[in-house]
């Protein structure tokens, strides 16, 4: 019967945690307005303490559960959510656009940390794994530095084909005096770092300065430097703005610390990589004319030259952008670029596009044929033509009109 007890002892805050897992959230996040709601508890037993905690932002649900023994802590966790993170304000400023098209991505995740503590300060490292629908799997490996001053972190993020991107955050605080910085680095010119200078002022006030830059060779629109002067007043009680159910305690407050640095990791997972290396990779624009004017620029001469036609498809990503797929070699009179779900899945095929070769007496070459614009019609999708002459013409399928764009190479 005693043993009985302990256990049911041990139980009972896991079983109350699950319930408030259930029940609370919805409520507890009108009343936290928005900002992360922790629900929490442990249990002393002769292996340590036994902490529990879960987490809820928006979409985003956080479980972990760690033991800490002395010096010495581990913790694992699992969550689930769309996009980057709204329990952690690491890199929520970054354009996820500079490293891939892949916004607001349904994923699952788990990891674990393992911490030692110290009077000087604290260790951790740790590695978490993201999962999502028709992509690899990303995993990040990090580790920590934390003292009552700074604050150090470095992540490496790698997709089942290799390494996708590093990152770090260093944080100082000086008195009333905070500095913090971010950059993630994911190959040759593409990459996003932001520096927060910030002041606490009288009257719980905090003034602030935030440098962001942003440089891509996988978006053509990608270029941002942004200069930002922050002033934000709190009014009435202070404190952090999250919602904290349960226990508050020492323990709960390590397996929390724990937890947002696996939150961390996977939000920088998320903003580097899509978990797909083509993806990852693919040229994209803003403005669909944009795109199929340079995979026509590029492939036009070669058409001419061999009086061959290319073709192919222009397709839309969730973030808006759009790029195109791998021009496919046709005949002199024509080319098959296949079906509209011929694009990456995920994806939304826009409009085709093509060229005509070099000029031939036997076709008339500088405006789209018959079949083009039927094709175009029956599909319902815009077209794109590159003429031997080089000129840049377009098919609105909606009201049928041609029209030059442009000019293209030839």
């Not at 175009?376 to 080089?390: E, F, I, N």
Request: proline share 4%.
């Amino acid at each position: 019967m005693r043993s009985l007890t302990i256990v049911l002892k041990r139980l009972i805050p896991i079983v109350v945690l699950g319930v408030l897992s259930v029940q609370v959230p919805a409520l507890a996040m009108d009343l936290a307005g928005g900002n992360p709601v922790w629900l929490g508890s442990h249990a002393n037993t002769q292996w340590g303490q036994l902490n529990y905690t879960a987490a809820f932002a928006d979409d985003d649900r956080l479980y972990a559960g760690g033991v800490a023994t002395g010096q010495l802590s581990g913790a694992a966790f699992i969550g689930d959510g769309s996009g980057l993170s709204a329990l952690t304000d690491s890199f929520s400023a970054a354009d996820s656009r500079l490293f891939h098209p892949e916004k607001g991505q349904d994923i699952e995740y788990q990891g674990a940390v393992l911490s030692y503590g110290s009077p000087f300060g604290e260790v951790a490292t740790g590695a978490s794994r993201v999962v999502a629908d028709r992509v690899g799997d990303r995993f990040t490996w990090y580790g920590q530095i934390k003292t009552p001053r700074l604050d150090g972190s470095l992540f490496r993020i790698s997709r089942t084909d290799g390494v996708a991107a590093y990152a770090g955050r260093l944080s100082a605080r000086f008195g009333a005096t905070a500095l913090s910085y971010h950059h993630v680095d994911a190959g040759p010119g593409t990459f996003y770092r932001q520096a927060v200078l910030s002041h606490s002022l009288p009257g719980l006030s905090i003034l602030g300065l935030q440098f962001d830059q942003g440089r891509s060779t996988r978006y053509e629109d990608a270029g941002d430097h942004r200069v930002v002067l922050t002033f934000r007043g709190v009014f009435g009680r202070s404190g952090s703005g999250a919602l904290h159910a349960g226990d508050t305690g020492e323990g709960q407050a390590g397996l929390q610390d724990a937890a947002m640095l696996g939150v961390a990791a996977v939000a920088i997972a998320v903003l580097a990589s899509s978990g797909s290396s083509s993806s990852d990779a693919i040229q994209r624009y803003t403005i669909r004319d944009d795109a199929a004017r340079q995979v026509l620029n590029d492939t036009n001469p070669t058409s001419v030259r061999e009086n061959l036609e290319y073709g192919g498809w222009v397709y839309q990503h969730s973030d808006a952008t759009y790029s195109t797929t791998t021009p496919i070699q046709g005949r002199v009179d024509g080319v098959n670029i296949g079906t509209p779900d011929s694009v990456p899945a995920g994806t939304l095929a826009t409009s085709s596009y093509h060229t005509h070769g070099a000029t031939d007496p036997r076709f008339f070459s500088e405006t789209f044929s018959p079949m083009d614009l039927i094709q175009d019609t029956l599909w319902k999708v815009d077209g794109y033509l590159a003429t031997p002459t080089g000129r840049f013409m377009f098919h609105d399928y909606s009201t049928g009109s041609v029209t030059q764009l442009g000019t293209v190479a030839n």
